[in-house]
């Protein structure tokens, strides 16, 4: 039986970064229908939320901030009155921050085979 490489590092905030990348690219369609956009608040709160606490579990704590602030900008509940092309920017700038938390954030894998004893 073969037995293969495990990868040294573990990039768990990876999938709901991409997602939450996703859901802000989406929701730039639905900027002028406010009960459509809801939807988009609430989806990128919420990743933005779990990637804080994949930021937290992998030490890295300058990615707290960013992600912190993402949460409360799309926060749905007392939303906040942005609108324009500087939401527009806004939206893009968050984007790429998902996107480079989502590859930067890494932990080392626990189930590493190939570490020497």
Not at 4 to 31: D, E, S
């Amino acid at each position: 039986m073969a037995q293969y490489p495990t990868p040294k590092y573990r990039r768990t905030a990876f999938a709901p970064a991409i997602l939450g990348a996703i859901v802000l690219l989406a929701g730039l369609a639905l900027l002028d229908n406010p009960g459509g956009y809801l939807f988009i608040r609430f989806g990128v709160a919420i990743l933005a939320l779990i990637v804080v606490v994949f930021a937290w579990q992998a030490k890295h704590w300058w990615w707290l901030l960013p992600l912190a602030a993402i949460a409360v900008a799309w926060n749905p509940i007392y939303p906040p009155k942005f609108s324009g092309q500087w939401w527009v920017a806004a939206q893009f700038v968050a984007a790429l921050v998902f996107i480079a938390a989502g590859i930067l954030i890494r932990i080392r894998n626990p189930e590493d085979r190939n570490k020497r004893s």
